[in-house]
């Protein structure tokens, strides 16, 4: 099926700033869906609040724009309902592990089959630049004028230790890898945590005097590393980008089915 077909064309132009990653990211998501041949009746995208949240918005599938931070409740109240559809959740800074935290980690704990995107951009770019969970130490934003001094977040460290089966990080300036690990991910049986490093050159790059997106996008080249590289070792202070987790686990629809199979047998 074309990728055209998977969008609601009468929704563009986009809402989304110049420069911003997140039209990157619809693109690699789409063309992973075009790859595996999915129909767009296999396909249920919820999202919650922010710029990222927009996504549901575009593409012609089963959506549901929901609540902020409750985008992995709703998602996992479907996935229960219609366990053999596809549940994707794109998600931003706050969505995921601010306001979300705690529905992130417990669906990390589940390993319920959901296909989370947390578009990392490191900043709450919709209402106005404040800092968030991810932005860290030094960062400017309209809630940290002179630099924030939380720390952040490490994506991919912390959906590890809460139990998600999958789990990947890579950037827009990667799109090919992006799409592949997207790919894999909707593949996979289980939770499945997609990080992606995504510029904001309105809020994030501007009050942090880091330049244009495509001055962004070259920061992504240059700091970051395939996993397991000879340049990570040489260079600690390198993001590593690839997948960190990739293992076999009961998932909890199937679990769950097994109890209600017990209970009807009367045992």
């Known amino acids: 099926m074309p990728i055209k077909d998977y969008i609601r064309e009468r929704y563009f132009p986009h809402l989304w700033c110049s420069g911003c990653g997140h039209g990157i990211v619809l693109g690699s998501f789409l063309r992973a869906i075009q790859q595996l041949g999915l129909s767009k009746n296999e396909i249920v995208m919820v999202s919650g609040i922010g710029c990222s949240s927009r996504i549901t918005g575009y593409v012609d599938f089963h959506t549901l724009h929901t609540l902020h931070g409750r985008a992995l409740a709703f998602a996992t109240g479907v996935k229960m309902g219609l366990p053999e559809l596809n549940i ?3 998600m931003g800074d706050g969505d995921a592990l601010a306001i979300g935290g705690n529905h992130f980690i417990h669906t990390a704990r589940r390993n319920i089959d959901i296909t989370a995107i947390v578009m990392n951009n490191r900043i709450y770019g919709m209402t106005g630049g404040q800092f968030s969970p991810l932005s860290g130490y030094g960062i ?8 924030n001094i939380d720390h952040d977040f490490d994506v991919v460290e912390l959906a590890t230790a809460a139990g998600a089966s999958f789990v990947a990080r890579t950037t827009t300036y990667h799109e090919k890898q992006l799409t592949n690990i997207i790919t894999k991910a909707i593949q996979h049986v289980g939770f499945s945590v997609v990080e992606v490093l995504t510029q904001c050159p309105t809020y994030f790059g501007r009050k942090n005097d880091i330049g244009s997106a495509v001055d962004m ?3 992504y080249k240059e700091k970051t590393t395939p996993r397991g590289s000879k340049a990570k070792k040489e260079n600690p202070d390198l993001i590593e980008r690839g997948i960190f987790v990739q293992k076999e686990m009961p998932e909890y629809c199937n679990e769950y089915n097994k109890i209600i199979e017990k209970a009807m047998k009367g045992h």
Do not use: R
């Not at 400017?140 to 630099?147: E, I, L, M, R, V």
């Open 217 to 219: 996008m070259k920061l």
């Open 88 to 90: 994707i959740v794109p």
């Open 140 to 147: 400017k934003a309209t809630t940290a004028p002179y630099f």
